[in-house]
Structure formats: C-alpha cells, structure tokens
C-alpha cells in the first residue's frame, strides 16, 4: 500500500503561483513514476504532468511552459510549481503513483481555485 497526501492547494488571482505538494508513504519500493492530475467539475480527469524513476518530466500542452513537476527521492516528496496560472486550472488536483501500466494509488486531492 502506498499513500499519498497532498497540500498546497488554495485560491489565487490569474497570473499567480502556487506551489502543490505530495508526500508518499508506506510501500513506495517499485514505484516507476508519479504524476499529477486534476479534474474540474463537469469534466474529464485530465493528466497534467508525469515524472518517471529516471526524471523524465511530460507535460499536458495546456500547462507545458508554466508548470514544472520535480520531486526530492529523500523527503519522498512530488511537486507541482505551477505559475502563471489562469483560471482555467480552476480544478482538484491529485497525485499518483504507478508501478506497472496503470496509476495505481491516488491522494485525496486539493482544491485549486485561480481567480479573474
């Protein structure tokens, strides 16, 4: 089992930044990547960002340019810096781990609400 809790989340005017952040505990051997998805109210879960084992980052293009995923391996910790932010990225936004093909362990999400 491999938890997952994530914070930073909060309201914010367009044009700000937040910084999102996920700390993983319990079985976290064998994890090969992390991301972060969000989800809107009425829409589809969208993948935002990935990192895998090795640090290779991927990007939504609707986010490429202004968020950056990175993690610290020591304090098991993902983060998303998101900047620029537009009210568009208005959303829950959870954290996820995969071993295999597929996410498998998902936080309880925080809310992000960017304001015009």
């Known amino acids: 089992q491999v938890q997952l809790v994530e914070s930073g989340g909060g309201l914010v005017q367009a044009g700000g930044s937040l910084r999102l952040s996920c700390l993983a505990s319990?079985?976290?051997?064998?994890?090969?990547?992390m991301g972060w998805y969000r989800q809107a109210p009425g829409k589809a879960r969208e993948l935002v960002a990935t990192?895998?084992?090795?640090?290779?980052?991927t990007y939504a293009d609707s986010v490429r340019g202004r968020f950056t995923i990175s993690r610290d391996n020591a304090k098991r910790t993902l983060f998303l810096q998101m900047n620029s932010l537009k009210p568009e990225d208005t959303a829950m936004y959870y954290c996820?781990?995969?071993?295999?093909?597929?996410?498998?362990?998902w936080g309880q999400g925080t809310q992000v609400t960017v304001s015009s």
């Open positions: 996820a781990s995969k071993r295999g093909l597929n996410y498998d362990y």
């Open positions: 319990g079985s976290i051997f064998g994890i090969n990547a």
């Open positions: 990192i895998s084992s090795s640090g290779t980052t």
